[in-house]
């Protein structure tokens, strides 16, 4: 069995977060982190969604999500609105100003693929994916 998945996985992780903060520099969006993309993927897919909805998208915490929104509202990209069907909930919604970003984080989010799957052919990318999603959702030995 190999071993050194966990190594291969910290080192993609680390150049694909590389990779990203220096394009988010080059598109000038400043106080933003690679881990804001997955709040703003589901709000320009959705239009606004709650904390759990977010956080599970997202595959985070429910604490972790909160200061990811938290910081995203500071910058004036996001707003926590009153829900329309359930007076008890608050929705996460973009700005205009966050909306405004959409086409240069659909440039960085093409950039981005072709940034990982390069040297890979169409059936190796899928098959990683299949992997990876297989493995994601295993149950965990607890020792």
């Not at 069995?1 to 903060?21: F, I, K, S």
């Not at 969006?29 to 589901?42: Q, R, T």
């Amino acid at each position: 069995m190999q071993r050194n998945l966990g190594h291969l996985l910290a080192v993609a992780h680390e150049r694909a977060d590389r990779w990203l903060v220096a394009e988010l520099a080059a598109a000038g969006l400043k106080g933003l982190a690679p881990s804001h993309g997955d709040v703003f993927a589901i709000l320009f897919q959705k239009g606004e969604a709650t904390m759990h909805e977010i956080a599970a998208f997202a595959r985070r915490t429910k604490p972790t999500t909160t200061i990811l929104v938290d910081k995203l509202e500071a910058l004036g990209y996001v707003a926590r609105v009153p829900s329309a069907t359930d007076a008890r909930s608050v929705v996460v919604r973009l700005t205009p100003e966050g909306a405004a970003l959409r086409p240069a984080f659909d440039a960085i989010s093409r950039r981005f693929v072709r940034f990982l799957y390069a040297g890979l052919s169409r059936e190796e990318a899928e098959t990683l994916e299949r992997l990876l999603e297989k493995s994601l959702s295993a149950p965990r030995p607890t020792s």
